[in-house]
Structure formats: structure tokens, C-alpha cells
């Protein structure tokens, strides 16, 4: 590959694609697709009750942090505040990064660096490199499939294999709920750490698995516990957490590496929390204990039907095993396929009602959807069975099918998929007075664990249980008792628990705080329902800069103002 004749002194602006997101546009942003995690894919339709929060865009963070040139990291620009990027500055190297729903922005993104930044070299990273032909619709120089890093440092002349530089990455922000703003002092949320990327279970539709390798293949950034354990201290001292988002596919399937991380746990007698994405079948080669004590407090799991044969499941009742973890204090936030081959009509809400029984914390649902780049996209393709109409904008599995299904037409897919959600919600209630019963549980279970560092992290769940979140279970329990008085039961009698747990001070929290929390949600339910959506505020993060101090951000620090509606 050539290197850039700049070589590390190439000026560098690395963006993701421009916004705003939550909306219906010409380049591809769409209302339903907006830039949150839980809103778009998991408790979309829990209205005011669904968790609100956005995160920054990682791969281009990981990238800036590893190599010496001067960079510049643009991240949920506007189109004008991308313009103005470019042209108030000469970059030799611009890339960018994006998935394949939002291919239209990088088309326009590659015109306008066309345009306003001629001497410039365009890189393409990330999912949308995945796209069959995507080099005759796009105008780049580079496009580049799988692990950024590395080619990076190459195409700079730096030395490829040096140990990879962690950057600080607050997990989410803008954490919303019910109207309210969570604060976000230094430390309240969990950093990302990154330890890998790729999965080798290698399942069919699974693009980050087949991005990286597919079946048997992944890319470690850090091979071994104690890598991690360093990276992580090092996270912990800078940044001032306890708590860890792990992103890695398949965290727990490295048993040697999280078994070596969870005794140097022991040995730095650290009450760290770790949020996992797991496999069933990874998640059965430990002990209960074991993932509590290496401090695992919420895990993101597959629960394809059971019917559907994926490895990963490999035999596993879910039912019991998501049980169990709950018994434990583990959250899980589930996963469920819908319109997986075998599915019908006459099936399809059977197998709906079994995934909701599984009563999980927080419950995604998603479309059977082949995305190019995948096994499952080959096959489909192969099979003749591709609808080569569909916008790729379209292709995220929260909307419609993008290939022909033998037994489900387009808008079978949608209607189910929207029932899915809405019965989840309606029979389990809302997802954060989920996740409080399975941290009350976790509490009682390991309030006497003979590990302090155990025991600790515990109690500092049950601060913001029972002064935290206690009032906002009081108003849902208002709320509810119109809207569904079963689920208003439900956190009656957890409320009351709490109480009997923690005592005057939880009871004095939810009496005096209920009240306001019902007020905002009620006022954050208005606002919804007159259309109100919410975007990520604008970041511009400049390293190796040689010239004079730039502000840390462009349009306004993360926390500091009410957010962008749109
Ligand atoms: C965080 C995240 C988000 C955040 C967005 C963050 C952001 N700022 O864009 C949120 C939660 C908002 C989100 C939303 C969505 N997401 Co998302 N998301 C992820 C997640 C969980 C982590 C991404 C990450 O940081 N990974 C770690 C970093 C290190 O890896 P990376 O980003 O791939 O970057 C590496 C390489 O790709 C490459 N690279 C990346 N960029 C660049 C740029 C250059 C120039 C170069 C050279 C290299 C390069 O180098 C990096 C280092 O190796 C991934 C799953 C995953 N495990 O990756 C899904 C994932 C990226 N999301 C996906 C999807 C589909 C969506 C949604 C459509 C929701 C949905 N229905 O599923 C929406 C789209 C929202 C929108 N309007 O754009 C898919 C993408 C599929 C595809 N083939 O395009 C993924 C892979 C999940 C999946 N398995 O389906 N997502
Ligand atoms: S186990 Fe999960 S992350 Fe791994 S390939 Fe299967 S779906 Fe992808």
C-alpha cells in the first residue's frame, strides 16, 4: 500500500456522518433510525420511559489516539459545520466513517471534500466499506474493510504494531429518562474499553463478526488480562470510574483473558462493574460467581428462538439462564431475531410471546435482515431472493424486510416488529423498574458475600436505587395505575421492598422527588407527542495540533446545555 508522501506530518480530519439523524432527509437520515442506542433499537416504545442517550463514535476515537499526525476528530457535525471544517483549515487526509444506512452522506461528504478540500485524500472506513461496489458510489481514494488502526499507521508511515494507546471515552451521554437529565460529573458514567473486534462465532447475519473475519476470526487490540487490567486502572485513574462499558461482540467467549483480568481484580482489590455483550454459550463457562465477582452487572445476549439453531445458543434454556443471572443481579438486555426463515403467521407471535417471557431487563428487537457483507446476504443474494429497490437508508432491520420472505410479506415484518416492542413493554412494564428489581435482587443475594470487593460494588448500586431511582419508581407507579394497574402492582410491591430495605431515607426520597419526577415525565410525554426529538451535540477534538489552542468543543461542551431538538 502507498504511504502518504506527508507521512505523519499529513494534517488529518477524521468525521463521522453529518446530522441531524432523527429525521426524514434526502442523504438518508431517517425519523425512526435517530443516533440513540435505546430509542431506536430497544425501548422505542416505552414513550417517556424509554432510556435516552447517546454515544460518540469510537472507531475514528480509537483511531486519532494511535497515530502521531496531527488530527482533528469531527464528530455529529452538520453538513455546514463540515464544510466549515474543511475549508477553515488544509487537511491532506480526510476520513470518514459510517455505517451502510448512511452511505448517502458519504457520497455527499466525498463531493464536498471534492469540492472544498481538492488536495485532500478521501478514506472510507467502517461498516459502509462492506457494501459490494461501494467504489462506484462513492468518490474515494481509499476504502478501507475491517481494522482501522493498523492501516492507518501504515498509510502514515508509522510503525503498525506498536501497543495500541486506549483514548478516554465516556460511554453515553445526554442520559435521559422520563424528562430528566442525568448529571454528568466527572466518573457518573462508565468509560468504554475496547479489547477487541470481530466475534469467530461467525453467525450468518452477524455484520461485525463477518466485517472482521467471520467464523474463527477477530481482532484483539489487547490480548491478554493483564493488558487489559493496565488499560483499564489507567481508565479508572483519569477518568474517575468504577464502571466499564466492555465493547467486545463476544467478551466472555476469551475465558483466558477475562479469568487472568478477574485476578488481577482480586489482587488491586477492584469493585469494578463491567457491561458485557456475551453469547449464551460463552456466558455458561463461569460460575455465577465468578461473573459477579469479576464484577459483570449487565450482559447484552442473543435469544434467537430456539427453533433457529445458532450456535451460540447451543442448548441453552434462556428462560432459566436469564432467571438465574437476574437472581444474581445481572441485567440483560435481550436480543430477539424477528422473521428468522421458519417463521409464519400462524408462529410468529408464539415465538414473540416466548422472547417476552424471558422478562430481561431491556429487550431489543430486530429484523432477519441480510446486510451486505454477510453470509446471510450472499445466501439471500444467491437465492434470488434480494428486493434490489430498497434505499440502503432503509436497511437497519427497524423498519421493513429488504428481501423476500417465504411465509411474511414487508409489512407483516413491520407490524410484528412493532407489536414485539409494545407487548414486551405492556406485559413487563418499563425497563428501568426491570433493572431496579434485578439490582434489589442482586443486592440481597450479595450483601454478605464473603468478597468485600463484591460486597462493595453492590452497595453502591443500592445509593442510587434507593435515593436515585426510588422516586422515579414512584412515578411510574402513578403513571401506571391508569395505564396498566397489573404493572403498577409490580412496582408497588418493589417500591415497597426497597423501602422496607433501605428504610426512612428511601421513603423520604420517593415522597419528596416522586412528585417532581411524575411532573417532568408527564411534561416530557407532551413534548414527545408533539413530535420533539433529540440529536447529539457537536464535538471537535484536535490532538498533535500544532497551532494555536483550539476550544475542546465547537458548539458546546456534552452537559452544558439543553440538548439540539429537531
Ligand atoms: C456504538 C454503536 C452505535 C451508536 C452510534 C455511534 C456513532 N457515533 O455512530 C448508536 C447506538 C447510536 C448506533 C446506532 C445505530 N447502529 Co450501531 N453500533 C454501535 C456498535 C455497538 C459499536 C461501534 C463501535 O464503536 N465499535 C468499536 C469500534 C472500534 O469499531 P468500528 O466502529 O467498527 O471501527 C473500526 C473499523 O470499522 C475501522 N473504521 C471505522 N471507521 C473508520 C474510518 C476510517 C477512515 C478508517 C480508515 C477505518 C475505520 O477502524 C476501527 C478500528 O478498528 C456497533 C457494533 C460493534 N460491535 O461494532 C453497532 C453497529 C455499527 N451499528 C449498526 C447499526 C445497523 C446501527 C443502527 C442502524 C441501528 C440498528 N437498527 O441496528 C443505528 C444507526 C444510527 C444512525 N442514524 O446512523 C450495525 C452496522 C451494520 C452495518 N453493516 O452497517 C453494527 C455493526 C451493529 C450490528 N452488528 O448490526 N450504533
Ligand atoms: S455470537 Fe453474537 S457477535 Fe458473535 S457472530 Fe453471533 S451474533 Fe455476532
Known amino acids: 500500500m502507498e504511504v502518504h508522501p506527508k507521512g505523519k506530518r499529513a494534517r488529518i480530519l477524521l468525521a463521522s456522518v453529518f446530522g441531524p439523524y432523527a429525521q426524514d432527509d434526502e442523504f438518508g437520515s431517517r425519523a425512526i433510525n435517530p443516533m440513540e442506542l435505546y430509542h431506536n433499537q430497544v425501548t422505542r416504545a416505552q414513550g417517556t420511559f424509554s432510556l435516552r442517550m447517546f454515544h460518540r463514535s469510537w472507531g475514528i476515537m480509537m483511531i486519532q489516539a494511535n497515530i502521531s499526525a496531527p488530527c482533528t476528530v469531527l464528530d455529529f457535525a452538520t453538513r455546514e459545520q463540515f464544510q466549515r471544517e474543511l475549508t477553515d483549515n488544509q487537511y491532506d487526509v480526510v476520513g470518514i466513517t459510517s455505517i451502510i444506512v448512511n452511505v448517502g452522506k458519504v457520497r455527499e461528504m466525498c463531493r464536498m471534500v471534492r469540492e472544498f478540500s481538492p488536495g485532500s485524500q478521501i478514506v472510507v472506513g467502517g461498516h459502509v466499506a462492506a457494501i459490494p461496489g461501494i467504489e462506484g458510489m462513492i468518490d474515494a481514494d481509499h476504502i478501507v474493510k475491517g481494522e482501522g488502526i493498523r492501516w492507518m499507521r501504515r498509510y502514515l508511515g508509522e510503525d503498525e504494531s506498536a501497543p495500541i494507546r486506549h483514548p478516554e471515552i465516556v460511554s453515553g451521554f445526554r442520559t435521559r429518562m422520563m424528562g430528566i437529565r442525568t448529571p454528568e460529573r466527572k466518573g457518573a458514567t462508565a468509560a468504554t474499553v475496547i479489547p477487541s473486534v470481530g466475534c469467530p462465532m461467525g453467525c450468518n447475519f452477524c455484520t461485525t463478526s463477518s466485517f472482521f473475519g467471520g467464523k474463527g476470526k477477530f481482532y484483539n487490540f489487547y490480548n491478554t488480562g493483564d493488558e487489559l487490567y493496565e488499560v483499564m486502572v489507567g481508565l479508572e485513574k483519569k477518568m474517575k470510574v468504577s464502571t466499564f462499558f466492555v465493547m467486545d461482540e463476544n467478551f466472555l467467549l476469551h475465558k483466558k483473558r477475562a479469568m487472568q483480568l478477574l485476578k488481577r481484580m482480586r489482587e488491586g482489590n477492584k469493585s469494578w462493574g463491567l457491561a458485557v455483550f456475551s453469547s449464551a454459550n460463552a456466558l455458561r463457562q463461569y460460575t455465577?460467581?465468578?461473573?459477579?465477582?469479576?464484577?459483570?452487572?449487565?450482559?447484552?445476549?442473543?435469544?434467537?428462538?430456539?427453533?433457529?439453531?445458532?450456535?451460540?445458543?447451543?442448548?441453552?434454556?434462556?428462560?432459566?439462564?436469564?432467571?438465574?443471572?437476574?437472581?444474581?443481579?445481572?441485567?440483560?438486555?435481550?436480543?430477539?431475531?424477528?422473521?428468522?426463515?421458519?417463521?409464519?403467521?400462524?408462529?410468529?407471535?408464539?415465538?414473540?410471546?416466548?422472547?417476552?417471557?424471558?422478562?430481561?431487563?431491556?429487550?431489543?428487537?430486530?429484523?432477519?435482515?441480510?446486510?451486505?457483507?454477510?453470509?446471510?446476504?450472499?445466501?439471500?443474494?444467491?437465492?434470488?431472493?434480494?428486493?434490489?429497490?430498497?434505499?440502503?437508508?432503509?436497511?437497519?432491520?427497524?423498519?421493513?424486510?429488504?428481501?423476500?420472505?417465504?411465509?411474511?410479506?414487508?409489512?407483516?415484518?413491520?407490524?410484528?416488529?412493532?407489536?414485539?416492542?409494545?407487548?414486551?413493554?405492556?406485559?413487563?412494564?418499563?425497563?428501568?423498574?426491570?433493572?431496579?428489581?434485578?439490582?434489589?435482587?442482586?443486592?440481597?443475594?450479595?450483601?454478605?458475600?464473603?468478597?468485600?470487593?463484591?460486597?462493595?460494588?453492590?452497595?453502591?448500586?443500592?445509593?442510587?436505587?434507593?435515593?436515585?431511582?426510588?422516586?422515579?419508581?414512584?412515578?411510574?407507579?402513578?403513571?401506571?395505575?391508569?395505564?396498566?394497574?397489573?404493572?403498577?402492582?409490580?412496582?408497588?410491591?418493589?417500591?415497597?421492598?426497597?423501602?422496607?430495605?433501605?428504610?426512612?431515607?428511601?421513603?423520604?426520597?420517593?415522597?419528596?422527588?416522586?412528585?417532581?419526577?411524575?411532573?417532568?415525565?408527564?411534561?416530557?410525554?407532551?413534548?414527545?407527542?408533539a413530535g420533539h426529538t433529540y440529536e447529539p451535540p457537536t464535538f471537535v477534538e484536535r490532538t498533535n495540533w500544532p497551532a494555536k489552542p483550539e476550544p475542546e468543543f465547537d458548539v458546546e461542551p456534552a452537559g452544558l446545555a439543553e440538548p439540539a431538538t429537531a
Not at 405 to 413: K, T
Not at 475 to 501: C, D, G, T
Open 288 to 529: 455465577m460467581e465468578e461473573l459477579a465477582e469479576l464484577g459483570i452487572s449487565w450482559v447484552w445476549m442473543g435469544l434467537e428462538s430456539p427453533k433457529s439453531n445458532y450456535t451460540k445458543l447451543d442448548g441453552t434454556d434462556t428462560h432459566q439462564l436469564t432467571r438465574e443471572l437476574a437472581q444474581h443481579g445481572i441485567r440483560v438486555q435481550g436480543s430477539t431475531i424477528i422473521g428468522l426463515e421458519h417463521h409464519t403467521r400462524e408462529n410468529i407471535i408464539g415465538e414473540i410471546e416466548y422472547a417476552v417471557e424471558h422478562n430481561t431487563d431491556f429487550h431489543q428487537f430486530m429484523l432477519y435482515t441480510p446486510v451486505p457483507g454477510t453470509p446471510l446476504y450472499k445466501q439471500i443474494a444467491d437465492e434470488g431472493r434480494l428486493l434490489d429497490d430498497i434505499d440502503f437508508a432503509d436497511i437497519h432491520g427497524q423498519f421493513k424486510f429488504n428481501f423476500k420472505h417465504a411465509a411474511l410479506s414487508r409489512d407483516d415484518s413491520k407490524r410484528f416488529l412493532d407489536w414485539a416492542f409494545w407487548r414486551d413493554f405492556e406485559r413487563n412494564g418499563p425497563s428501568l423498574f426491570r433493572m431496579c428489581r434485578t439490582m434489589l435482587q442482586g443486592w440481597k443475594r450479595y450483601k454478605n458475600f464473603p468478597d468485600a470487593r463484591v460486597r462493595r460494588r453492590f452497595a453502591d448500586e443500592m445509593t442510587t436505587l434507593s435515593l436515585g431511582y426510588n422516586p422515579t419508581l414512584w412515578a411510574m407507579e402513578k403513571k401506571f395505575r391508569s395505564i396498566n394497574p397489573e404493572v403498577a402492582k409490580q412496582i408497588h410491591a418493589l417500591r415497597k421492598e426497597i423501602e422496607k430495605e433501605f428504610g426512612l431515607k428511601s421513603r423520604l426520597a420517593a415522597a419528596i422527588f416522586g412528585p417532581i419526577v411524575l411532573w417532568s415525565a408527564e411534561r416530557e410525554e407532551a413534548r414527545l407527542l
